[in-house]
């Protein structure tokens, strides 16, 4: 059965500096990867998808996220944090083709210091 | 380009009643999936309807039930509510599966 783990259900950053948002995966197939942003009271946007073309993936809002297969990763990463991004950010995992079926990680609140 | 619909944004309902929530996915869209989201279990998800059938399930007792309409419009129901049924319900379409799933800003649903 597929699986999501995010490695900290917290992390804080200053201002103009590096984020990191850690998502390893557990899948039987080649899996389809997303990374979906959400703000207080509102639905989850998504930042960026990997569906097996180029395994680095750039994203909406300067995002982007590597997908390691050797690793089962999908790690997101920005280079350098904004006030704006402090939100919870979730990774999720599809396996079924032609269906929208996601496996959500528990999520990340990302905290940035002035 | 209308986004995703869920209404309605807010509600309380009673132990042991019923609820229907209503979501109306982007045109053009016929795949609509649904998702609990709580404090204590996260996302999960509940169901998706594709062109009228139910395509996928999650793992949700009988008492959570969906369908979808002719117009992809979706409605979920839950029957003889629980206290733990309080949650945000997020709605998502998307063209087909695989691709893009654009989520509704959500109904919390809260039983007391």
């Known amino acids: 059965a597929q699986s999501v783990t995010q490695l900290g259900s917290h992390v804080s950053v200053s201002e103009g500096a590096l984020v990191l948002l850690r998502c390893n995966y557990s899948?039987?197939?080649?899996?389809?990867l997303f990374w979906y942003v959400q703000y207080p009271n509102q639905g989850l946007q998504l930042l960026l998808k990997y569906t097996s073309a180029a395994t680095l993936v750039k994203g909406i809002n300067g995002f982007e996220a590597e997908f390691k297969k050797s690793e089962t990763s999908f790690h997101l990463t920005k280079p350098s944090a904004h006030m704006s991004d402090a939100a919870e950010y979730f990774c999720a995992v599809s396996e079924i083709q032609g269906a929208q079926k996601l496996v959500f990680g528990q999520g990340t609140r990302l905290t940035i210091n002035p | 380009k209308a986004g995703v619909t869920q209404t309605p944004r807010y509600l309380i309902k009673t132990r042991g009643q019923q609820v229907t929530l209503s979501c109306s996915p982007i045109?053009?869209?016929?795949?609509v999936s649904w998702y609990q989201q709580t404090p204590g279990q996260g996302l999960q998800f509940l169901f998706e309807y594709f062109s009228e059938t139910q395509r996928n399930k999650g793992n949700f007792p009988g008492r959570f039930s969906g369908r979808q309409f002719s117009n992809s419009r979706s409605e979920m129901n839950v029957s003889t509510l629980e206290l733990g049924d309080s949650a945000l319900y997020l709605c998502a379409s998307s063209v087909s599966g695989n691709t893009e799933a654009f989520f509704g800003q959500g109904t919390r649903l809260t039983v007391v």
């Open positions: 899948s039987s197939v080649p899996p389809y």
């Open positions: 045109s053009g869209h016929r795949s």
